[in-house]
C-alpha cells in the first residue's frame, strides 16, 4: 500500500533554515548549511541533471526518499522561497501539492514537475498526491509547518529527520511548543557519516496512555 | 590530560524536561520519561544501590560518562530540583560544583557525595572541579543553561546527547536562539538502542570562517 513520508535536514539546535529566510534568502541565512551534506552526492546530482558525485551511502539514503515516490507535498512557504532557485527544471519530477491559503492554477514546469495549488488544508494535499501518485508513494518535503500539521493529523507512516551536526543559532523550528503531553517517535532506524546523522521515525506507534 | 565532558538527555523537540518543572515536580509533568533509559539499567541501579537491571550496552555508555570521572559540575536549578529525589546519599559519590549566585557552605552528603557552591560562574566552577578531580575528568550534567554557558564558554571537550525518541512538547529547551551564526559540533560516535540515541559531539572543533 502507498505509504506517506516526510523527510527534513535539521540543525542539532533544531532549525530547518536560518535566520531570516525570505524569497531573497531561501534558506535564511547560513541555511545552505542544512543542505550540504545532499549537493555533492551522486543521486542528487544526477536528480539536477549532473555526473559525477559522491556513491556513497549518504547517497543512497536520499534516493531511497525519492524511489518510490509519485507525488511530493509541501509548504506554500517553501514553494515562494524554492520557487526561483528551483528554476525551469525543478528536481522533482513529480506532481507536487502546495498547501496554500491562495487558489492559482496548476504550474506546468520542464521535467515533470506539476505544482497544483491545494486550499484545503495538509489531508486534501495529502488525499490529492495519494491519488496523484497512482499507487506510489507521497513524500512531504517541508518545511516545518506543513510536516508538523501531517504529523499531527496523523498522515504520516515515516519521518526521517536528516540531523546535521550544527547549531544554527536561530531560524525556523521544526517543532514548535505544544500541549498534549509526550508523544512517542519510536527511532526504526539510525546511520551516520561525518555529514549527517538519518534518524528513521515511527509516527504511528501508539503512545501509551497518561 | 583531564577531560571536561558534558551529558544531557533531550527530547527529538529539544526539551530537557517537561513544561513547568519545579522543586515539587523536579523534571516537569512527564519529564521522568527522558530519563527512562536509565532507570532499569545494571549500572545505574548499582550508583544508586541496588541489583540486577539490564546489562546493556546503553549501560556501558551511561557508565562511560562516569568512569573517568572524578568531579561534576550542575546548575543552581537542577541542584534545587533534585535535592529531595536524590535523598541522602545521592547517586553521584563524588564533589559537585553547584554553579549559583548565592553563596552558601558546602553540603556533605552520605556516599562521598559533596556540594559546593560556587559563586564565580561556569569557569569558576569547572576549574574549581578540575582541581577536585586530581587528574581525573570533570563531567557536566545539565541543567541546560549551565550546559549551553560551558558550551559558549569552550570549556567542553565532549557533548553526549543522549537523544530519547518522543516529543515532549514543551518544557526546558536545551539551545535557546543566539545570534553568531552557525557553529559545527562534529558527531564523533552515534550508537543507539530502542529506548535512546547516543550521539557524541566534538565542540572543540573549530567552526569555518564566513
Redesign the interface.
Known sequence: MARVTADISV????FVT??DDSPAVPLG??GE?LHRWIYNLSTWRARVGLDGGEASRDAEILEEGFATVGAHVIGRRMYDHGEKPWGDEPPFHLPVFVVTHESRPVLRRSGGTRFEFVTGGVAAAVSQALIAAGGRDVSVLGGASVLRQCLRAGLLDEVT?H?V??????GQR??D???????????TR?E?S?EV?H?K?DPKAVSPP?
Open positions: 540543525s542539532l539546535d533544531g536560518g535566520p541565512h547560513d548549511r529527520l540531523v551536526p550544527v547549531l544554527m543559532g536561530d521544526l517543532f511548543r505544544v500541549s498534549g503531553g509526550p508523544r512517542e517517535l519510536p527511532v539510525v551516520h561525518d546523522v534518524l521515525l497518561r
